[in-house]
């Protein structure tokens, strides 16, 4: 009995921390801000091809976003979307 509680009480705290999660990435601010600009950045890569006027996109391929390189190697499109939108927060366009 005594273990038992010991699970219940563990599986209660690790749903409350998820739960928490999720309603901090639902109540983002910012996420739907970089989910734009990912749409705009893929729509703008894929511009003279099919996909190029895409409304959204899978969050299935966020994985690919690692693996696109600058021409300077050690550089993906992940860490220039970052430093993009960390400029866009500090000097946000009205």
Do not use: R
């Not at 928490?20 to 511009?47: D, R």
């Not at 996109?57 to 979307?81: E, G, Q, R, Y």
């Amino acid at each position: 009995n005594s273990n038992l509680k010991k699970a219940l009480n563990a599986i209660s705290v690790f749903f409350l921390d998820s739960f928490n999660e999720i309603l901090e990435i639902k109540q983002s601010v910012f996420l739907p801000k970089v989910f734009c600009m990912l749409v705009q950045i893929g729509n703008f890569l894929n511009a003279n091809g099919s996909c190029g006027n895409a409304a959204g996109f899978k969050l299935n391929s966020l994985w690919k976003i690692v693996d696109m390189k600058a021409t300077k190697k050690s550089i993906t499109l992940l860490h220039f979307i970052a430093m993009t939108f960390n400029v866009l927060m500090v000097y946000p366009m009205s």
